[in-house]
């Protein structure tokens, strides 16, 4: 009896002794808790409801039938394949492509100081700016058209009214968001252990394989980083379409970000909120399968 | 033993699986309805305030036969015998006259026997005189009046005492100089008089005091313009507050009326007060201030409180309102209120305005032990303006009395800031001004209607688009299905429906389209083809378009009137035939124009062929402008591919709240609007109604009217005298019947569309592009725009041809 009695008062106080730890950890972490509950997931979980609703207006629960007549809306399913055709084509171009300049740039290349500030400067510009050079240069009355008929002759081009259209907002976004990648790029190299890259010299490797099997591993968690945010600002993209092409641009131009305005804009909070849980699912799935690729990746890289 | 010791270690997984236990706890219990946005159900309460009226009505004694020129109704006073009211003014000249003849009758209610006398003092006026004020009290009358000397023309003003039952004058004062206004406060007549330079006067009150001396005070300030003394406010028996407005703020001062003293008061201490929009007002025996500034009700200065009260609200009456809120407070008494005055709402253009002029009431209006509707459920409603407010108060009266169940208020929560509307110097900024006036209260129609405090019943905001959505209105058709197209103009009902639902039933209508001779029409005798139209302006106009619109302009305005042929069923149809037919007809014969300017004015083509765009909204704007053509006047619909008629729009209209609490009983309001009392008062007040029995017969009425004395209304600019006038029969009521019969669509316009045939059209119009390119991409983005509307948001001016939206019945 005694055995139970002390094993007990032994499980009690360990009990107490957890809860004490844990206490003052939940005492520290409270209000930065409480923020994130309060701007973040209580209104997740309200979208969440509102998603399952008759409408704005009647918070009758209406099953999936609101995802159902989202998911079956045409503009929907084609503002999903915009956005993800994009996010595919841009995310891995802004990871080459910066990793591509960083690595040039990290280099003994005279005028590279001069040539980062010009990486750099789209960052500084706003975003009205940014839009009136696009419209100055590739509306239909604009510079490009000029030069290409005086030029060669050729027939003038609506670009943002064309198929060709995504191919220049893809433009935009890589001139837009390049620099920033490339200074964390940058960063990370610098960090990269030199004596690893000595030894591996010294053991004869070359420089791509220097580059696949040490650079690219210690790069992993910054790709991953770049990545993820490259992913995040794919979509804010919306905001220079929006000023270039209004509400309802050419189909082609149609993201999921014009399909949730229009539907705030009209107070159609029910269909707002299934696409917004939608793109969160698909935003979980995507981030996921990074973080899975990178444990991966990481797996190997010693501290 | 051991065995028996707990495992204290969990297993790994366990918070993980019991965080997402919890989680979808949440999810599925958020999910329920537990937060519910609908309308919370209001009840009469059993202590709610009601007031008793009784209304008695007067005859001023106009001469019915002739027209008014120029008229005032005074309310003099009263006691507890007697009202007094006097009408002054002038009849029209008759033919051969140079002015008219004095009006001058005073009208002696009998308050107890509710009987009505009248005196004709009519030979006391000349037409250089006029009455400026009257005062009754304690069987005496008097009338202030400017009398003019018809020699010297030099003016000055009398006093005269009238004895109230022979009308004999019993004595007559010269004032010695101008008084502006006078407030009777208690035992004191307080007498302003407006003196000094023009642009720099000062204000001189003076009065009498009971043992008959004479008293004054002067209201002067140096660098200062004062503008005005507009209401004097009893603060004690022998003391009052004097509002003065300058140019910049109004300033405020004490009189002692006993001590002669004037004591100015800082301006800060009345901040609360607001005296811009008394529209009448009254000293209570208890020296408040009542007084009436909107339609809600009366209000009461309170001063020792500093603050404003209500008093009575008109919702709780049991009068119409149009009729109340317009008339002057006569006396207070306790719970007791006299109200005395005219309806409002007769319109100049209504078919015999002389007889609304003459009818006087007075209401009396007293509080009640208890509510006779407590218990009933509480529905709002509200006006976005002011048109058939009578017949609406009308309408809600009728429901109040027979509704055993509901019972209507209307709100006063959403007002219009007409600021900016006032001071707009152009059509521009009086169009911006209109469209941010609507914005304003769309934003707080649609926030209180999703958050579930909006009204049950909205009147007249037929132009508030944004709320043509199930997510703000009830969809009316299942009450309207069965309307008979014998009784009533369903074609109108039917071309008002949005996305194949009704949204705002239309309770009169007015009619666009293009006016022109009979012989002038297309092949389909109601409208032009686009080939008919052009060789109309370019031949019988000689090129001038009565519609004078930008490109961009006319071809939204005509895409409209034809958009059923390019949106149905979900789907943009701009590759069509008819389209590019409209496209090119602009682009080939419409010139570009600045649609900021004014339209032109009309100038008659060498040849005398008269054409103008039209809004009929009534009976006397389709005979005036029958008037115009000469008696041969139709009215065509815009040119479109098929030269199909006018379209028609909701003059007035009413729609209820998808959020109501019961949408059977708003229903049931409505259809009281379409009843044949309602419609035969709008009919009578110039709209064009739904109902056919009212609008024919008061269509006869109004032949016969505007074809005798009710000509003169019609005459403009001395155009042609009523001699020569065209005389009105029923054939032309049966032609603006056929007209009406003739309209097929709603005149109304979805935005986004248009906006996106502003941006696209252009690049074709000046050459730039070819027809395919740009209806390639307009096609494109407008298909977007209906998609991603889904079934549930069809375009705002797709016709009703989808069987899948055919109306419930």
């Given at each position: 009896m005694?055995c139970?009695?002390?094993?007990?008062i032994?499980?009690?106080?360990?009990?107490?002794?957890?809860?004490k730890?844990?206490?003052?950890?939940?005492?520290?972490?409270?209000p930065?808790?409480?923020g994130?509950?309060?701007?973040?997931i209580?209104?997740?979980?309200?979208l969440?409801?509102?998603s399952?609703?008759?409408?704005?207006?009647?918070?009758?629960?209406?099953?999936?039938?609101n995802?159902?007549t989202?998911?079956?809306?045409?503009?929907?399913?084609?503002?999903?394949?915009n956005?993800?055709?994009?996010?595919?084509?841009?995310v891995?171009?802004?990871?080459v492509?910066?990793?591509?300049?960083a690595?040039?740039?990290?280099?003994?290349?005279?005028?590279?100081?001069?040539?980062?500030?010009?990486?750099?400067?789209?960052?500084?510009?706003?975003?009205?700016s940014i839009?009136?050079?696009?419209?100055v240069?590739?509306?239909y009355?604009?510079?490009?058209?000029?030069?290409?008929y005086q030029?060669?002759g050729?027939?003038?081009i609506?670009?943002?009214?064309?198929?060709?259209?995504?191919?220049?907002?893809?433009?935009?976004?890589l001139?837009k968001?390049?620099?920033?990648?490339?200074?964390?790029?940058?960063?990370?190299l610098?960090?990269i252990p030199?004596?690893v890259?000595?030894s591996?010299?010294?053991?004869?490797c070359?420089?791509?394989?220097?580059?696949?099997s040490?650079?690219?591993?210690y790069l992993g968690p910054?790709?991953?980083?770049?990545?993820?945010?490259?992913?995040?600002?794919?979509?804010?993209?919306?905001?220079?379409?929006?000023?270039?092409?209004?509400?309802?641009?050419?189909?082609?131009?149609?993201?999921?970000?014009?399909?949730?305005?229009?539907?705030f804009?009209h107070?159609?909070?029910?269909?707002?909120?299934?696409a917004?849980?939608?793109?969160?699912?698909?935003m979980?799935?995507?981030?996921?399968v990074?973080?899975?690729?990178?444990?991966?990746?990481?797996?190997?890289?010693?501290? | 033993?051991?065995?028996r010791i707990?495992?204290?270690?969990?297993?790994?997984?366990?918070?993980?699986?019991?965080?997402?236990l919890?989680?979808?706890?949440?999810?599925?219990?958020s999910?329920c309805?537990f937060?519910?946005?609908s309308?919370?159900?209001?009840k009469?309460?059993?202590?709610?305030p009601?007031?008793d009226?009784?209304?008695?009505?007067?005859?001023?004694g106009l001469?019915l036969?002739?027209?008014?020129?120029?008229?005032?109704?005074l309310?003099?006073?009263?006691?507890d015998?007697y009202?007094?009211?006097?009408?002054?003014?002038?009849?029209?000249?008759?033919?051969?006259?140079?002015?008219g003849?004095?009006?001058l009758?005073?009208?002696?209610?009998?308050?107890?026997?509710?009987?009505?006398?009248?005196?004709?003092l009519?030979?006391?006026?000349?037409?250089?005189?006029n009455?400026?004020?009257?005062?009754?009290?304690?069987?005496k009358?008097t009338?202030?009046?400017?009398?003019?000397?018809p020699?010297?023309?030099e003016?000055s003003?009398?006093?005269?005492?009238?004895?109230?039952?022979?009308?004999?004058?019993?004595?007559?004062?010269?004032?010695?100089?101008?008084?502006?206004?006078?407030?009777?406060i208690?035992?004191y007549?307080?007498?302003?008089?407006k003196?000094?330079p023009?642009?720099?006067?000062?204000?001189?009150?003076?009065?009498?005091?009971?043992d008959?001396?004479?008293?004054e005070?002067?209201i002067k300030?140096?660098?200062?313009?004062?503008?005005?003394?507009?209401?004097?406010?009893?603060?004690?028996?022998?003391q009052?507050?004097?509002?003065?407005?300058?140019?910049?703020?109004?300033?405020?001062?004490?009189v002692?009326?006993k001590?002669?003293?004037?004591?100015?008061?800082d301006?800060?201490?009345?901040?609360?007060?607001d005296?811009?929009?008394?529209?009448?007002?009254?000293?209570?025996?208890?020296?408040?201030?009542?007084?009436?500034?909107?339609?809600?009700?009366?209000?009461?200065i309170?001063?020792?409180?500093?603050?404003?009260?209500?008093?009575?609200?008109?919702?709780?009456?049991?009068?119409?309102?149009?009729l109340?809120?317009n008339?002057?407070?006569?006396?207070?008494d306790?719970?007791?209120?006299?109200l005395g005055?005219?309806k409002?709402?007769?319109?100049?253009m209504?078919?015999?305005?002389v007889?609304?002029?003459?009818e006087?009431?007075l209401?009396?209006?007293?509080?009640?032990?208890k509510?006779?509707?407590?218990?009933k459920?509480?529905?709002?409603l509200?006006?976005?303006?002011?048109?058939?407010?009578e017949?609406?108060?009308?309408?809600?009266i009728?429901?109040?009395?027979?509704?055993?169940?509901?019972?209507?208020?209307e709100?006063?929560k959403?007002?219009?800031?007409?600021?900016e509307?006032?001071?707009a110097?152009?059509d521009?900024?009086?169009?911006?001004?209109?469209?941010?006036?609507n914005?304003?209260?769309?934003?707080?129609l649609?926030?209180?209607?999703?958050?579930?405090?909006?009204?049950d019943?909205?009147?007249?905001?037929?132009?508030?688009?944004?709320?043509?959505n199930?997510?703000y209105?009830a969809?009316?058709s299942?009450?309207?299905?069965?309307?008979?197209p014998?009784?009533y103009?369903?074609?109108?009902?039917?071309?008002?429906?949005?996305?194949?639902?009704?949204?705002?039933?239309?309770v009169?209508?007015?009619?666009?389209?293009?006016?022109?001779?009979?012989?002038?029409?297309?092949?389909s005798?109601?409208g032009?083809t686009f080939?008919?139209?052009k060789?109309?302006?370019?031949?019988?106009?000689?090129?001038?378009?009565?519609?004078?619109?930008?490109?961009?302009?006319?071809?939204?305005?005509?895409?409209?009137?034809?958009?059923?042929?390019?949106?149905?069923?979900?789907?943009?149809?701009?590759s069509?035939p008819?389209?590019?037919?409209?496209?090119?007809?602009?682009?080939?014969?419409?010139?570009?124009?600045?649609d900021?300017r004014?339209?032109?004015?009309?100038?008659?083509?060498p040849?005398?062929?008269?054409?103008?765009?039209i809004?009929?909204?009534?009976?006397?704007?389709?005979?005036?402008e029958?008037?115009?053509y000469?008696?041969?006047?139709?009215?065509?619909?815009?040119?479109?591919a098929?030269?199909?008629?006018?379209?028609?729009?909701?003059?007035i209209?009413?729609?209820?709240?998808?959020q109501?609490?019961?949408?059977?009983?708003?229903?049931d309001?409505?259809?009281?609007?379409l009843?044949?009392?309602?419609q035969?008062?709008?009919?009578?007040?110039?709209?064009?109604?739904?109902n056919?029995?009212?609008?024919?017969?008061?269509?006869?009425q109004a032949a016969?009217f505007?074809?005798?004395?009710?000509?003169?209304?019609?005459?403009?600019n001395?155009?042609?005298?009523?001699?020569?006038?065209?005389?009105?029969?029923e054939?032309?009521?049966?032609e603006?019947?056929?007209?009406?019969m003739?309209?097929?669509?709603?005149?109304?316009?979805?935005?986004?569309?248009?906006?996106?045939?502003?941006?696209?059209?252009p690049?074709?119009?000046?050459?730039?592009?070819d027809?395919?390119?740009?209806i390639?991409?307009?096609?494109?983005?407008?298909?977007?725009?209906?998609d991603?509307?889904?079934?549930k948001?069809?375009?705002?001016?797709?016709k009703?041809n989808d069987?899948?939206?055919?109306?419930?019945s």
């Amino acid at each position: 009896m005694s055995c139970v009695k002390k094993a007990m008062i032994n499980k009690i106080k360990h009990i107490l002794y957890k809860l004490k730890e844990w206490g003052a950890g939940t005492g520290f972490l409270l209000p930065s808790v409480a923020g994130v509950m309060l701007f973040f997931i209580v209104p997740f979980i309200m979208l969440i409801q509102m998603s399952f609703q008759k409408s704005a207006t009647n918070s009758d629960f209406v099953g999936f039938e609101n995802y159902k007549t989202v998911l079956t809306n045409e503009a929907f399913r084609s503002a999903c394949a915009n956005t993800a055709l994009f996010t595919a084509v841009t995310v891995p171009c802004a990871i080459v492509i910066s990793l591509l300049l960083a690595l040039v740039l990290n280099t003994q290349l005279p005028g590279k100081s001069t040539f980062r500030s010009f990486l750099l400067t789209p960052m500084m510009v706003p975003v009205a700016s940014i839009v009136l050079i696009w419209q100055v240069f590739f509306s239909y009355n604009g510079v490009l058209n000029g030069w290409t008929y005086q030029l060669f002759g050729l027939d003038r081009i609506d670009w943002m009214k064309d198929d060709n259209g995504q191919v220049l907002i893809m433009l935009l976004f890589l001139w837009k968001n390049l620099g920033l990648n490339i200074i964390l790029f940058l960063s990370a190299l610098n960090n990269i252990p030199q004596e690893v890259i000595e030894s591996s010299q010294m053991d004869g490797c070359g420089a791509l394989r220097r580059f696949f099997s040490i650079r690219l591993h210690y790069l992993g968690p910054t790709i991953f980083f770049v990545g993820i945010m490259s992913l995040i600002n794919s979509f804010k993209i919306f905001r220079e379409v929006y000023l270039l092409t209004g509400n309802y641009p050419y189909d082609k131009l149609y993201t999921l970000q014009h399909f949730m305005n229009n539907k705030f804009t009209h107070l159609d909070y029910t269909q707002l909120s299934v696409a917004a849980v939608i793109l969160s699912i698909a935003m979980m799935v995507i981030v996921g399968v990074l973080f899975l690729i990178e444990s991966r990746i990481d797996s190997g890289v010693e501290e | 033993m051991r065995k028996r010791i707990l495992n204290i270690k969990r297993p790994a997984g366990m918070n993980r699986r019991v965080m997402a236990l919890s989680l979808s706890a949440i999810v599925l219990f958020s999910s329920c309805s537990f937060i519910n946005n609908s309308k919370k159900v209001e009840k009469v309460a059993e202590d709610t305030p009601w007031f008793d009226s009784e209304v008695t009505k007067a005859d001023l004694g106009l001469d019915l036969s002739r027209d008014l020129e120029k008229h005032q109704i005074l309310t003099a006073g009263c006691d507890d015998k007697y009202t007094v009211i006097v009408l002054s003014g002038f009849y029209r000249p008759q033919e051969e006259e140079e002015e008219g003849d004095c009006i001058l009758n005073v009208v002696v209610i009998d308050r107890v026997q509710k009987t009505v006398e009248k005196l004709d003092l009519s030979d006391r006026v000349s037409e250089t005189e006029n009455i400026i004020d009257a005062f009754y009290s304690n069987g005496k009358l008097t009338l202030m009046m400017n009398k003019s000397n018809p020699d010297t023309y030099e003016t000055s003003q009398i006093e005269e005492d009238i004895d109230i039952r022979s009308g004999e004058v019993v004595e007559t004062r010269p004032l010695g100089e101008p008084i502006e206004s006078v407030f009777t406060i208690g035992e004191y007549r307080i007498n302003v008089l407006k003196k000094g330079p023009f642009d720099k006067p000062y204000y001189v009150l003076t009065w009498n005091t009971s043992d008959g001396e004479g008293k004054e005070v002067t209201i002067k300030e140096k660098d200062t313009i004062l503008n005005g003394i507009p209401v004097i406010i009893p603060m004690t028996e022998s003391q009052v507050l004097v509002p003065v407005n300058t140019e910049r703020e109004t300033l405020y001062y004490e009189v002692d009326l006993k001590g002669e003293k004037l004591t100015p008061a800082d301006p800060k201490d009345y901040d609360w007060l607001d005296i811009d929009h008394m529209k009448t007002y009254c000293f209570g025996s208890d020296l408040k201030t009542y007084f009436i500034e909107d339609n809600s009700g009366i209000k009461c200065i309170d001063l020792v409180n500093k603050k404003v009260e209500n008093y009575v609200d008109f919702n709780w009456c049991g009068v119409n309102r149009s009729l109340i809120a317009n008339s002057n407070i006569v006396s207070i008494d306790g719970d007791s209120v006299l109200l005395g005055g005219q309806k409002r709402g007769n319109y100049f253009m209504a078919t015999d305005v002389v007889k609304a002029m003459s009818e006087y009431y007075l209401v009396k209006i007293t509080k009640a032990d208890k509510n006779p509707h407590a218990g009933k459920t509480v529905l709002t409603l509200y006006m976005d303006d002011e048109m058939a407010e009578e017949e609406v108060n009308d309408a809600v009266i009728t429901f109040n009395n027979t509704n055993d169940g509901y019972y209507i208020k209307e709100t006063y929560k959403y007002v219009k800031d007409y600021t900016e509307l006032y001071e707009a110097q152009s059509d521009d900024e009086l169009n911006l001004a209109k469209l941010n006036m609507n914005i304003d209260v769309t934003d707080q129609l649609t926030q209180d209607i999703i958050n579930g405090k909006g009204p049950d019943i909205l009147i007249n905001t037929n132009d508030l688009g944004i709320l043509n959505n199930e997510n703000y209105l009830a969809d009316l058709s299942p009450y309207f299905s069965d309307l008979d197209p014998s009784n009533y103009y369903t074609n109108i009902v039917e071309a008002s429906r949005f996305g194949g639902k009704l949204y705002q039933m239309p309770v009169s209508l007015r009619i666009v389209g293009i006016g022109a001779n009979h012989k002038y029409g297309g092949k389909s005798d109601i409208g032009f083809t686009f080939e008919e139209y052009k060789d109309f302006v370019n031949g019988t106009l000689n090129g001038r378009d009565p519609l004078g619109k930008g490109r961009i302009r006319y071809f939204c305005d005509l895409f409209n009137a034809m958009s059923d042929r390019f949106i149905k069923d979900g789907k943009a149809d701009l590759s069509c035939p008819e389209f590019a037919e409209l496209a090119n007809y602009v682009k080939d014969n419409v010139q570009d124009k600045d649609d900021s300017r004014e339209d032109e004015e009309y100038d008659p083509a060498p040849s005398d062929v008269r054409s103008s765009s039209i809004y009929c909204f009534g009976l006397s704007s389709y005979f005036e402008e029958l008037w115009n053509y000469d008696g041969d006047f139709e009215i065509f619909g815009y040119p479109s591919a098929d030269g199909r008629g006018p379209q028609s729009e909701a003059w007035i209209s009413a729609a209820v709240s998808s959020q109501t609490v019961n949408v059977d009983a708003c229903a049931d309001f409505v259809k009281l609007l379409l009843s044949d009392e309602i419609q035969k008062g709008l009919a009578e007040k110039d709209y064009i109604v739904l109902n056919r029995l009212a609008f024919r017969e008061n269509g006869i009425q109004a032949a016969e009217f505007f074809s005798g004395r009710g000509a003169n209304r019609l005459i403009w600019n001395g155009y042609s005298s009523p001699k020569d006038h065209l005389k009105y029969t029923e054939k032309d009521i049966d032609e603006l019947e056929k007209i009406i019969m003739s309209c097929s669509k709603n005149s109304s316009e979805d935005p986004a569309i248009t906006i996106i045939l502003q941006e696209e059209m252009p690049a074709f119009f000046l050459g730039q592009k070819d027809l395919d390119s740009v209806i390639r991409v307009a096609q494109n983005r407008v298909q977007t725009l209906l998609d991603e509307r889904g079934s549930k948001g069809k375009s705002s001016i797709a016709k009703n041809n989808d069987s899948e939206e055919s109306p419930v019945s």
